[in-house]
Each structure stands twice: as structure tokens, then as C-alpha cells.
């Protein structure tokens, strides 16, 4: 059975304090994977797709990776708007149906 | 630019009650989306839609049905609500199937009784 798992659930950081966010999956045929910003009370931001294991795109402090097995996000000098939570999917068809994982709330304190 | 935007934003139902969700968007977007979001599990697709006319089932269809009769609406049907349906749902619409970048109203949130 597909699996999206991320960790950790919730994350505290102290502003430019960096971090990175995990996301390990169990998929046959990942067609892409996708990290999505998720603010309190509004839907879904979208950041980034990762096709292939090697790849990597940046926007602004925030860097993803993908490997086989995981994908991670890496949060560089996390300033407080990145307070957030995270949302990792994977989708392994063409039809824009995503799995989404449980999601890491991040909190950055001045 | 209004996007996709989602009615009503909350509401209350009584166990057995049918209501209707609508979503609407202005982006001209073939794909659209019904996920629902609860505490601890992650978005979970509901139904989904290709282009205006058809829909298919998503991970949890069970208790719900939906229509895209015209291309910029995409509505959720509740035919007898329970309480196991309390969530927060969300619409999304895409212009492709295989970009993943989907474009999520603000939510409507749902309390069966």
C-alpha cells in the first residue's frame, strides 16, 4: 500500500535556526512529488515538484530534495513568516490525484 | 482575481440533513478536485473531475457525490450527513493532471451533529 510519512510533526526553531523537514514514501511508480505551504484557517500553498531522485529546487530559504526513498525540505535561516505547516504529496498518475502526508508544523520564534 | 473560491465557508448539520458545497473558479481549469482534512491524517481525495461533464472517485467517495455540470463549478453533495463527515473540506483546480501544482480554495469547514 502507498505511504506518505513525514516527521516530525511539529518543529520549533529559533529564527536562523536551519532545519530540514523529512518526507519518506513506499510507492510504486511515483509520477512526482510536491511540497505544499499549509497557513492556519487557508488551504494549500504549492512550492514545489520533484520529478526525478537528484533533483532540487530552491524558492527564496526554502530548498527541496528528492532521493529514492525520501524527499526532504531544508529550511535555511527560517525567519518567523515560514511558521507554517508543511505538506508533502506524491501522486503516481497523471490525473493530479495527490496522497498527501499528515504534514510538520513548523513554529520560528524571534 | 478571485481564484477558486468555496461556499459556504462553515456550517452546521444534523445527522441525516443533505446540504450541497460549492466551488467555484475562474482560472479555466480542466482538473478539480474535493479533498477533505482531518486532524492528524492528511488531505484524502474524495472525488475528482477531468473536464467539464465527468467525475470519478477519489480515495474516500463512500457518503458523498458530486457534479460538474459546467466547466468553472464543481459541487459536493451530502445526501445524509453523519457525523464521521465532519471535517474541514477543500476544492482544488488544476490546469493539468501531472504538474501537481493545484490551486486550493480557503476551505468550508462542517460540523455534523
Known amino acids: 500500500e502507498d505511504q506518505v510519512t513525514q516527521s516530525p510533526e511539529a518543529l520549533r526553531l529559533q529564527e536562523g535556526e536551519s532545519s530540514s523537514l523529512n518526507c519518506s514514501y513506499t510507492?510504486?511508480?511515483?509520477?512526482?512529488l510536491f511540497w505544499y505551504r499549509q497557513d492556519p484557517g487557508k488551504g494549500p500553498e504549492f512550492l514545489f515538484t520533484?520529478?526525478?531522485a537528484g533533483e532540487e529546487k530552491e524558492k527564496e530559504r526554502l530548498k527541496a530534495t528528492l532521493t529514492k526513498k525520501e524527499s526532504f525540505l531544508h529550511i535555511t535561516a527560517p525567519k518567523p513568516e515560514d511558521s507554517a505547516t508543511y505538506l508533502c504529496?506524491?501522486?503516481?498518475?497523471?490525473?493530479?490525484?495527490?496522497?498527501f502526508g499528515a504534514g510538520t508544523q513548523v513554529v520560528v520564534t524571534p | 482575481n478571485a481564484g477558486v473560491t468555496q461556499t459556504p465557508k462553515f456550517r452546521v448539520l444534523k445527522t441525516g440533513q443533505s446540504m450541497t458545497l460549492l466551488c467555484a473558479q475562474d482560472?479555466?481549469?480542466?482538473?478539480m478536485y474535493w479533498y477533505r482534512q482531518d486532524p492528524g491524517m492528511g488531505l484524502r481525495l474524495i472525488h475528482y473531475?477531468?473536464?467539464?461533464?465527468?467525475?470519478a472517485k477519489g480515495e474516500v467517495p463512500d457518503g458523498y457525490n458530486v457534479s460538474r455540470l459546467k466547466k468553472q463549478n464543481f459541487l459536493l453533495g451530502l445526501e445524509s450527513a453523519a457525523p464521521s463527515q465532519t471535517s474541514v473540506y477543500f476544492c482544488?483546480?488544476?490546469?493539468?493532471?501531472?504538474?501537481?501544482?493545484?490551486?486550493f480554495g480557503e476551505g468550508s469547514r462542517l460540523t455534523v451533529l
Open positions: 482544488a483546480s488544476s490546469p493539468t493532471g501531472w504538474t501537481g501544482e493545484l490551486f
Open positions: 510507492v510504486s511508480g511515483l509520477r512526482g
Open positions: 520533484l520529478y526525478s
Open positions: 504529496a506524491l501522486t503516481t498518475d497523471s490525473w493530479g490525484k495527490l496522497q
Open positions: 482560472m479555466n481549469h480542466e482538473y
Open positions: 473531475s477531468v473536464g467539464e461533464g465527468t467525475t
